[in-house]
């Protein structure tokens, strides 16, 4: 396995790791300068020429991924008898530099609702080195000619169109994934809220509305879901940051963003 396809394997299965790589050489040294090796919690790919420097490497990047360390390293051997290593001897004759790269979890964020606000908030979240999911009920909002402001996104961008019980993609989200509920339509928005708190995976959840439409979903899920206030007290609304109260969907979407991105710095990666 290629060392892309190996980092595209741990991102897919949002598994943290480090990738590898031998930056300088001087002199004789296994492996040229650009070798590179990633490592997993239990597993590495390819090779930055065995031996001590690799076996070093590997511990210290472990190391790093339990500690859940985010700044690289730069960790420097020197090839010869007369060092002291941990794994062994190599004598090549040269010096080697090699960098650590941490490579963490990427957050994910599911947008219920890609109307107005919903399009505008992709467009910003995309941006974003993220996994980005877009859920709709309506076809229309979700074509290629309307999603195609995405198409140089930085993010990974899922689309689902779900026409019956989009509340069911809530159970196909990656762990700690956070929700932002902002549909066409109240009851849709409140069958996601209710399935939202049943589910202990996701991560925060955002609900999008006026102080009038949340007191009536309060009621309703205290009522008819059977739900205690510190679990409807994960339901954030209104989202976004306070104190900006323009209604345009561009500063409603800015807005959610720069909460959304306070709340991944709050977060963490790993």
């Given at each position: 396995m290629t060392w892309i396809a190996a980092v595209a394997r741990l991102r897919t299965r949002r598994e943290s790791g480090v990738l590898v790589t031998v930056?300088?050489?001087?002199?004789?040294?296994?492996?040229?300068?650009?070798?590179?090796?990633?490592?997993?919690?239990?597993?590495?790919?390819?090779?930055?020429?065995?031996?001590?420097?690799?076996?070093?490497?590997?511990?210290?990047?472990?190391?790093?991924?339990?500690?859940?360390?985010?700044?690289?390293?730069?960790?420097?051997?020197?090839?010869?008898?007369?060092?002291?290593?941990?794994?062994?001897?190599?004598?090549c004759g040269g010096t080697v530099s090699v960098l650590l790269e941490p490579l963490p979890v990427v957050h994910a964020v599911a947008i219920f609702g890609v109307g107005h606000v919903g399009l505008e908030l992709a467009?910003?979240?995309a941006r974003q080195d993220i996994d980005l999911h877009l859920v709709d009920s309506r076809a229309e909002t979700l074509t290629d000619k309307r999603l195609g402001v995405l198409a140089d996104a930085v993010a990974q961008v899922q689309v689902h169109h779900t026409p019956l019980l989009p509340e069911q993609v809530l159970e196909e989200l990656p762990r700690g994934t956070?929700?932002?509920?902002?549909?066409?339509?109240?009851?849709?928005?409140?069958?996601?809220?209710?399935?939202?708190?049943?589910?202990?995976?996701?991560g925060s959840i955002g609900l999008i509305g006026s102080a009038a439409k949340w007191a009536r979903f309060r009621s309703r899920l205290a009522t008819e879901g059977g739900h205690d206030e510190a679990t409807i007290g994960r339901i954030k609304t209104p989202i976004g940051l306070s104190g900006i109260t323009g209604k345009e969907p561009a500063v409603i979407a800015l807005s959610a963003a720069a909460d959304l991105l306070r709340t991944f710095e709050e977060e963490g990666s790993w």
């Open positions: 930056a300088t050489v001087r002199g004789h040294a296994p492996r040229d300068a650009g070798a590179k090796l990633v490592v997993g919690r239990d597993r590495s790919w390819g090779s930055i020429g065995g031996g001590n420097v690799e076996a070093v490497a590997i511990d210290r990047a472990r190391e790093m991924i339990e500690a859940g360390k985010p700044e690289p390293e730069l960790m420097d051997f020197a090839l010869n008898d007369k060092v002291t290593n941990q794994h062994g001897v190599q004598c467009r910003i979240l956070h929700v932002l509920i902002m549909t066409h339509d109240h009851a849709e928005d409140a069958a996601l809220c209710d399935a939202a708190l049943r589910n202990s995976r996701i």
